[in-house]
């Protein structure tokens, strides 16, 4: 089998971290691994497969000799150094949000849009976490009966927001203060219904980023869609309760075999046993888990569904790795 070089940017980080996690627990074909990280970072020491391996400094001339480049520092990182790895003939998949939107720049989750990733130019972006659970779910759906539009309600792990946001709620469920916190609120006992910036018409730019994201790779401007993104004192994983107005009728048994099916998806889905997806058993699991499937009986053709996945894993660098996975093997 082809080895590859192999940079992570931003890997010590808790993406980057899991990112060198999953390429080890998937026996990703690495040639040699060059863990990239800024001046804070660099000459700390990160194991991979039970072999030390120091963390170098973020440089352009570090790609020289790298085939694929796994972001995740921060849009501001991968706007400036994304470029200077494609000069160097490295393929970038970019976990940040720095290039999600720009036309020629693919956004891919591997269960939905494959065939997108041979399209690049150099970039692939990695979509925002709760955007990837949902289209994973949504995509059986869409293919047998289209979809007109989708609510949905985000309940999202602190661990979406970085290291920080464990920092902060570990240390107020321990009655500590910490010199700068993540979150404009308290966390611990609470839910703040505030995740990114706000923008000019009231919504977040995480709203913002899954209404965008899940049309660009849906490939359906014509899908309505709405979103209320909140954080929850949570490590583990993200969950949506997602109503869905399908565009034919459906049986509901239909629905979780479709589902059942579906690559990448778990049915959680027994209430006479009070069995449904949860943030604490997907936790360091890849799948998409479905549960709490009902008819909507207020819209014509609705549905509803409660979706849980891991945002670290299957939210950013399963999904990530998986892209390359898909790289590698071609058309």
Known sequence: MKEYNVAVVGATGL????MLQILEERDFPVRELLPLASGRSAGKEITFKNKPIKVELLTPDAFRKIDIALFSAGGSISKKFAPEAVKRKTTVIDNSSAFRMERKVPLVVPEVNREKIFKHKGIIANPNCSTIQLVVALKPL???YGIKRVVVSTYQSVTGAGQGGVDQLEAELKNQTLEENTFPYQIAFNAIPHIDIFMDDGSTKEEWKMVNEIKKIMDDKKIELTATCVRIPVIGGHSEAVNVQ???????????NLLHDAPGVTVIDDVETNRYPLPILAEDKDDVFVGRIRRDPSIKNGLNMWVVSDNLRKGAATNTVQIAEE???GK
């Open 15 to 18: 993406v980057g971290r899991k």
């Open 142 to 144: 869409y293919e047998r």
């Open 246 to 256: 399908l565009g034919k009728k459906f049986e509901l048994e239909d629905i979780r």
């Open 327 to 329: 790289l590698i093997k």
